[in-house]
Structures are given as structure tokens and as C-alpha cells.
């Protein structure tokens, strides 16, 4: 009854200490007056102050703690406070609580080590769900809650469902897709995450942006996040009538952030073993180009050859080919395709597989191999692929060539006569695998020449060339190259024009692919 009582007016008890010191004071001040220093009166009275002087201190310490707690109350649980008073009317309690709260502050450290373990435990070799599974039911013991669920973020766009877990008495069971739960978390993130403002950031952010203050106690939203980078939310879902302490708030955000660097190091793990695998294939794919690209052309009665192959990149975009049809014919192919890499090599082959395929035929010409390589694309349906071509066919004692062309740069001529370096006019056409080639539009040119004479066959990546001042290399130059290079050795033009590009360039890095055959009709031709 009393304790009831000094709780319900503490400020009764005091005032009553208040006055009590006042009045001792006052009565020790009398009894020094009236009686000597030394006299028993006097010390009783002094020691009666001493003891009041303690009562109100102890007073004044409980009047303390009940405004504090009066301003505090939704700061600390309520059997926090309950503990406290217990002490001040009960001191040999405090033994037992401080007993108490380093039971809890182990408990958390344990749990702080548990969670500090979690990237050494997870194995980024198995699936992902099954290590964030791992990596929840470790959630729920250390947080005590009724279902965890992970949605992560997909393309930068939205937060899909990924996996969840709940407690069902002293097991833990996989949430499916259709569950309530999971619908009921995903209204809860739709109708609280400002998503727009994530999608126009990239999803980047330090802090979650919020529509509005969550008014569900028993719903938690908490963000996966590594550095400023959002991988995904994590929802948990609270026991009935239970709400998050701020020490539990600090754990849940402490585990988000180490499950956010496990699934981090999880995708760049995978990430980096999807570019091991493309580089291998990156390297397979070069090698059966480079030995699809002759290295020394066949030797031909009464012509003299020679061309490279420069790709600026691991993987050409550039190809050319020498294709033997009989004893008296010879094919010299050249393309260049749309795009680099991998699917640029892919059709760079398929190109290759179709000039070999219809160039043997009898009666066939360059013009009529690109009308049926053209029409065969088209009927693949290839879509943004295509090449410009260029092919070139030499008969063994004729002085002459016969050339067609696909979209490709139109040839130039070496005159041995004057050394006069011309531009063949005819006309290129269209790329193969553009455009409907069932009209057959390709055309078959007959270009004269003269023992001496010589004509080069190239890409575009010679005349596109830059220097360090982004100037090209452009048609001019490439003329005034051949006009002073020696005429009497395809191999000695060919290396004359690629140090001539060398010199011009400096240091500036090559863009684009290279390649370039020169044909030269020999002056002691053999018929």
C-alpha cells in the first residue's frame, strides 16, 4: 500500500524530504547556539542533518527518474521501467539485473558474430536461393520472427519475389510465389516504396525512399543494400502483437547489409566465371579465325598476291579469302561486316562457308556468287546483319580481272606505266544480307590491266583511319601512298601501305579492322 502510494505522488514524498532537511538545519542551528560544539544535543542534531541531507538525495534521485521515465516512456519497454523501480525500492535487485542485461549483451554479441560469419559460410558456387534460405533461417533465430522474404531487384525496373521463409513451430518452410504472405509483403512494398524515384536513380541510394511512414508494426521493410547500391528488400514479417526494438532494428539492418554483400559477391562471382567462359570461347572463336584467314596465298600463273588481316579488337570484323576454282581460275574474296566480336565472327563464317560452297560451281562469276549469297541471307532472315563484299576473279593468261561488288570501297588501280593511282567507278550495289538481292542486282565488271599493272582491294577501316588530332587517313592519302610505293612486289605494297597508316596514326590506336589484298598482273606472265 505505501509503495503503491509514493508511485502514485512522488512528489509528496519530496517535498516531505524538502521540508524535513529544512527544519533539521534550523534545529542544528539552535542547538550550537544554545549549547557548546562538543555536546551530545548537538552532534544528534548534526548527525540527524547528515541523515536527512542522504534521504534527500536518494528523494531527489526517484523524483528524477519518474520525470524521466514520464518524458521516456516510449523509449524504453515497460518491463525496463518495471525493472529500475524494482531497484529503487529493492537495491539488492540491481545485482540480479545487471546479471540480466550482460546475459542479453552476450547473447547479442553471439549474434554479432553469427552474423559476421555469414559471408564466410556462404558458397557462391551453389544456387543463390539456396544460400539466402541458409542465410534466413539464421535471420529467424537471431531476430525471432515469423516469416523473412527477399525480393530483388530485376533489370533496375521492379523488385520480384526471389524467396521466403516462415516458422512453423520449430521448422522453418519455403514460401511459394502464390503464398498470401508474399502477396500481402508485396502490396506492402507497392503502396510504401516510392519506385519511381528508385527507377530514375538506378536504383542507388544510402537511405530507402518512402511514400509514406509504415503503419503496419507487425510488417517491417528493411533494404538489402551494399554501399549505396540496392540489391534488394527483405520483409519481415513480426510475431501478432509484437513490435521491433530499436536493438532488434539495429541487428535486422546489420544482417541486411551483410546479406547484401553475400548476394553482391554471389552475382559477381557468377559474373566473373560467365567472362572466364567468354573468354575462352573469345579465344577459340580468334584461333579458328585466324586459320580460316590464309597466311600465304597460293602461287598463280601470272599474278602475284598478297594480303593481311589486322583486327583492332580480339575478334575480326574483316575477313578476305583466296578460293581455287579449277586450274585456270582463282577467286579473291573480301568482307566486311556490320558489328564486332562474337557475332560479327559467327557470320564472317557463314560468309565464308557460302563463297567456298558456290564458287566451284561451273559458269559461275563473281556477280552471280553474290546474287545467290544474298539471296540465301535474306531467306535466313538474319536481321541486322549484313557485309559489304568484294569479289575478284583471275583467269590464268588473260589480262584481266573480272570484280563485283556488295557495298563494299570501290577498288584502286596501280598504273605501272606512270604510276598513276585511279578509283574504278563501277558500281558497288548493296550490301549482302540488307536488302530482298532476288533481281539479282550484283553486276560482273571487267577491269583491263597492263604487265606492272596492280589493283588493291581493302576495308574501310584503312581509309577511316585517325590521328591523334582525329584527322582520317582518307582516299587522298591512301593514293598518294600507292603512288610512291614500290610496284614491283605485292608483299613490298602491302607493307608499304600498313608503315605509311603506322606513321600516320602515331600513337592514336586503330578503330576499326584492317584488311587489304593487292593483285598484281606479272610482266612475265606465263601463258
Known amino acids: 500500500m505505501m509503495r503503491r502510494w509514493i508511485e502514485k505522488h512522488p512528489w509528496l514524498l519530496l517535498s516531505t524530504a524538502l521540508a524535513i532537511l529544512i527544519a533539521m538545519v534550523f534545529l542544528h542551528l539552535y542547538t550550537i547556539r544554545t549549547h557548546q560544539a562538543t555536546s551530545p544535543r548537538v552532534l544528534v542534531t548534526l548527525a540527524g542533518l547528515v541523515f536527512t541531507s542522504l534521504l534527500f538525495g536518494i528523494f531527489t534521485f526517484w523524483w528524477h527518474t519518474w520525470r524521466f ?57 551453389l544456387d543463390l536461393d539456396r544460400q539466402i534460405r541458409t542465410a534466413l533461417n539464421l535471420g529467424h533465430e537471431i531476430l525471432r520472427l515469423d516469416a523473412m522474404l527477399v525480393f530483388l531487384q530485376i533489370e533496375q525496373r521492379r523488385f520480384d519475389y526471389r524467396i521466403g521463409t516462415r516458422r512453423i513451430e520449430d521448422r522453418m518452410a519455403d514460401l511459394s510465389p502464390h503464398d498470401a504472405l508474399v502477396e500481402a509483403a508485396r502490396q506492402r512494398i507497392n503502396a510504401l516504396v516510392d519506385l519511381d524515384k528508385l ?11 518512402l511514400k509514406t511512414t509504415d503503419p503496419d508494426d507487425e510488417i517491417a521493410i528493411f533494404p538489402i543494400s551494399a554501399w549505396n547500391r540496392l540489391v534488394g528488400l527483405n520483409v519481415l514479417i513480426l510475431p501478432r502483437g ?43 572463336a580468334r584461333r579458328l ?17 598478297f594480303g593481311l588481316c589486322n583486327p583492332c579488337h580480339e575478334i575480326s570484323g574483316d575477313y578476305f579469302d583466296v578460293v581455287n576454282l579449277d586450274d585456270d581460275r582463282l577467286l579473291v574474296a573480301i568482307a566486311d561486316v556490320s558489328g564486332k566480336g562474337l557475332p560479327a565472327a559467327l557470320f564472317l563464317s557463314k560468309i565464308q562457308t557460302l563463297v567456298r560452297a558456290y564458287a566451284p560451281q561451273p559458269g559461275t562469276t563473281p556477280a552471280s556468287i553474290l546474287n545467290r549469297i544474298g539471296t540465301h541471307l535474306q531467306q535466313d532472315q538474319l536481321g541486322e546483319y549484313f557485309a559489304t563484299m568484294q569479289l575478284v576473279m583471275l583467269t590464268r593468261g588473260r589480262n584481266e580481272v573480272v570484280i563485283a561488288s556488295a557495298g563494299h570501297c570501290k577498288p584502286l588501280l596501280v598504273r605501272a606505266t606512270n604510276g598513276y593511282v585511279e578509283k574504278h567507278e563501277a558500281e558497288t550495289g548493296i550490301p549482302v544480307g540488307l536488302f530482298d538481292t532476288s533481281h539479282d542486282p ?17 576495308t574501310d577501316g584503312i581509309t577511316e583511319l585517325v590521328n591523334p588530332a582525329r584527322e582520317p587517313l582518307g582516299l587522298d592519302r591512301l593514293r598518294t601512298t600507292l603512288e610512291k610505293g614500290p610496284h614491283q612486289r605485292a608483299k613490298a605494297m602491302v607493307y608499304h601501305v600498313v608503315g605509311a597508316m603506322n606513321q600516320f596514326k602515331g600513337e592514336a590506336p586503330f578503330e576499326d579492322d584492317v584488311t587489304m589484298v593487292y593483285i598484281r598482273l606479272e610482266a612475265d606472265k606465263k601463258k
Open 442 to 458: 550484283y553486276l560482273d565488271f571487267t577491269i583491263p590491266l597492263i604487265p606492272g599493272d596492280g589493283i588493291l582491294i581493302y
Open 242 to 284: 509484437n513490435n521491433m526494438r530499436t536493438d532488434d532494428r539495429n541487428m535486422a539492418t546489420l544482417f541486411n547489409r551483410y546479406l547484401a554483400i553475400a548476394i553482391e559477391n554471389h552475382l559477381l562471382y557468377h559474373e566473373s566465371l560467365e567472362k572466364e567462359r567468354l573468354k575462352i570461347d573469345v579465344n577459340v
Open 199 to 209: 527507377v530514375e536513380t538506378k536504383f542507388r541510394c544510402f537511405t530507402l525512399p
Open 69 to 125: 521515465f514520464a518524458e521516456q516512456t516510449s523509449t524504453f519497454a515497460s518491463h525496463d521501467i518495471d525493472e529500475i523501480q524494482e531497484i529503487m525500492f529493492k537495491p539488492y535487485m540491481a545485482v540480479q539485473m545487471l546479471e540480466t542485461k550482460l546475459g542479453r549483451l552476450k547473447a547479442r554479441y553471439v549474434d554479432l558474430e553469427r552474423i559476421s560469419q555469414l559471408l564466410i559460410f556462404f558458397n557462391y558456387a
Open 289 to 305: 579465325q585466324r586459320d580460316s584467314i590464309p597466311t600465304t596465298l597460293p602461287s598463280f600463273p601470272g599474278f602475284d598476291l
